[in-house]
């Protein structure tokens, strides 16, 4: 399967909500308007020649200076003919939310958890949307690049050892 | 044959009256020298310095030559818990229950940098240092520290364990001290 083959089907089925397309990187990447993510990573599911039948990753990030800060990025695998892609969209700080995919992949429970644990972005349509790997009673979003690495809470630090 | 009288070092025994089959001392010594070499150690290993303490524990170093012999994950049935290494803020309630579930008296020592403070990973999801969530009674830094280091901080605890008052724990400042980590009897 080549990547013309997959971005053509790719055009031809959803035209202008695929927003950018990157064939230069290590694989296949492009990026979709967050309405359409659900419907384009269905197609890649369960397009009988396409066949992504699998997510490899499913993760955020935050790019503080873009129009766009928050994204999630979806790597899919296609195991019978061992291709990858990727597939990026990007939202807002004030409106992070995207549809959920655990409809299509039951591993993206866990890793939507984690995407909101540490983004804040919120999936709409998942089954459990809390905290995953950091303490509930946590109200900020560790990964977002608003804040300081060392621990906000911590009172005892002496200024003369850490630079400042 | 070499089995002579040898240079064994014997544990001195403490201040007393001794006469020919007499030995009479104050108990709260006697109680302290049998609890001090007998420490049964709970090891609550996390990470890197739970593996110094595997090699503390194995034959070269031998931490079971001064009682520790038997180690315990039990916490009823362990005198000291040993907190080795990097505790997540995560498992801050989960250490504070094995220290409610431990019998009395019970000591705690933290051993490395990062039980003891955070270490050098000062950041969102590690707890800065056990003593936010527990009393603790020594602290062994290093990251790791080597085994005659955890050794040593084990010997600083049976110097507490031998020289502690019968009544310590149902004192007032004890209750006040567990009462400041919520900790309540």
Known sequence: ?164 | MQMETGTYNKVDPPDGYTAPGIFATTLDKVVGLARKNSIWPLPFATSCCGIEFMATMGAHYDLGRFGAERLSFSPRQADLLMVMGTIAKKMGPVIQQVYIQMAEPRWVIAVGACASSGGIFDSYSVLQGIDKVIPVDVYVPGCPPRPEQIIDGFRKVQDLVGNEALRRRYSDEYMELLAGYGILK
């Open chain 1, 1 to 164: 399967m080549e990547n013309s083959f997959i971005i053509d089907k790719l055009y031809k089925a959803f035209g202008q909500d695929i927003l950018k397309m990157d064939t230069t990187s290590d694989i296949l990447s492009f990026t979709v308007a967050s309405p359409m993510i659900h419907d384009v990573i269905r197609f890649l599911k369960e397009d009988l020649q396409l066949q992504f039948g699998f997510l490899t990753d499913l993760c955020g990030i935050h790019y503080p200076d873009r129009g766009l800060p928050l994204g999630v990025i979806y790597h899919l695998h296609n195991m019978t003919e061992a291709k990858r892609v990727r597939i990026k969209t990007f939202i807002t700080v004030n409106h992070p939310k995207v549809a959920t995919v655990t409809d299509l992949f039951a591993t993206a429970n866990w890793m939507e958890r984690e995407t909101y644990d540490f983004y804040g972005i919120e999936f709409e349509g998942h089954p459990n949307l809390k905290r995953i790997l950091n303490v509930e009673y946590m109200d900020f979003f560790p990964m977002r690049k608003e804040y300081p690495l060392e621990d906000p809470t911590r009172d005892d630090k002496d200024d003369r050892f850490f630079g400042r």
